[in-house]
Every structure is written in structure tokens, then in C-alpha cells.
């Protein structure tokens, strides 16, 4: 037991067993890092809709207002399936990918990944396809062979040819 107790403690990621009535068995302390408003909850025993609604009404898991017991809903009904994986927005701007996995027995684990530097990259990459999309000027990227590799819209609008038929007409080059 302390060599399983000790092998959860050095995942990199947060951890939680639940047992088959759905309440706290263990979880390693980067699970409870990621929910220090919860710190109290994080006790063997306690059933995970209640440490799931003392999220929501702490404000540990950013949930939209006013939607907050239909969250709760959602959140459980997927918790309550076999396999589920989603991200999840927690207070303070960071991300967590929650997966969760049913056992056999009826016991269930799961996992917290910090996934906070993904999600910036991402918001970073949407912004810069929106900058793309919007620019007043006609850009062309091309190659070192000087092969057409993208084209924004405001270069289809100066050429009156489209991006697709463009980077077909290179890639047949």
C-alpha cells in the first residue's frame, strides 16, 4: 500500500480514486494543487458531486453564470460515464484536461493535466488567423522555390484569384 500511495505521489499529473459509491478514496497532492479552494473537501470519504459543487460555489472552475447547477448536471452525467476526457478552466486562468475512467468493479480514476501553456498557444494562433483574415493588405507567402504556400483573402480580393486556386496552380509546379 505505501508503495502505491508513494508511485501516486510522483505522477506529474493530479490523481483521484474514487470508489464505487463515487467518494474520495486518495488523491496525490498535485491533484490538490490544482484545487487549493477545495483543500478542505480533498478527504477520503467525501462524494465527488459534493467537492463538484463546492467547486462551482467556490469559484474554483470558472462556470458561466447563472448556469451553474446545469453545469453541475452536465459535469456529473459525463462523470458518471464509462470514459470521459474534457478540459476544464480553473480560477486564476488555468486549464486542466480531466480524464476519468470507469473500472470493472465499479471504482473509478481519473487524471488533471495542466494544460494551461496549450491553451495559450492555441488563443495565441487564433489570433494571429484572425490578424490573417482581416488584414486590409494582399500578402503571398512563398518558398524559398518561390512556390506559393499561402495566400489571405485580401490578396484573393487584389488578384481576383482564390487562395485554394492559387496553392493548387504552386503545388502542380
Request: net charge negative; charged share 25%; proline share 3%.
Amino acid at each position: 500500500r505505501l508503495l502505491l500511495q508513494d508511485a501516486v505521489e510522483a505522477l506529474a499529473e493530479g490523481f483521484i480514486i474514487l470508489d464505487p459509491q463515487d467518494r474520495l478514496v486518495l488523491c496525490n497532492s498535485r491533484y490538490r494543487s490544482l484545487y487549493p479552494q477545495l483543500e478542505d473537501l480533498l478527504r477520503p470519504g467525501v462524494s465527488f458531486e459534493e467537492i463538484v459543487r463546492a467547486a462551482v460555489a467556490r469559484r474554483a472552475i470558472v462556470v458561466p453564470l447563472g448556469q451553474e447547477d446545469a453545469w453541475i448536471k452536465s459535469r456529473m452525467a459525463e462523470h458518471r460515464s464509462t470514459r470521459s476526457s474534457t478540459e476544464q478552466q480553473l480560477a486564476g486562468g488555468r486549464w486542466v484536461q480531466v480524464n476519468e475512467q470507469a473500472l470493472a468493479n465499479g471504482w473509478l480514476i481519473g487524471t488533471r493535466v495542466d494544460i494551461t501553456q496549450l491553451k495559450q498557444r492555441e488563443v495565441a494562433l487564433r489570433r494571429e488567423a484572425l490578424i490573417w483574415e482581416q488584414m486590409y493588405d494582399g500578402v503571398i507567402i512563398t518558398d524559398l522555390s518561390g512556390t506559393i504556400t499561402n495566400w489571405n483573402p485580401a490578396a484573393e480580393a487584389v488578384f481576383g484569384y482564390a487562395a485554394q486556386e492559387m496553392l493548387e496552380i504552386g503545388r502542380a509546379h
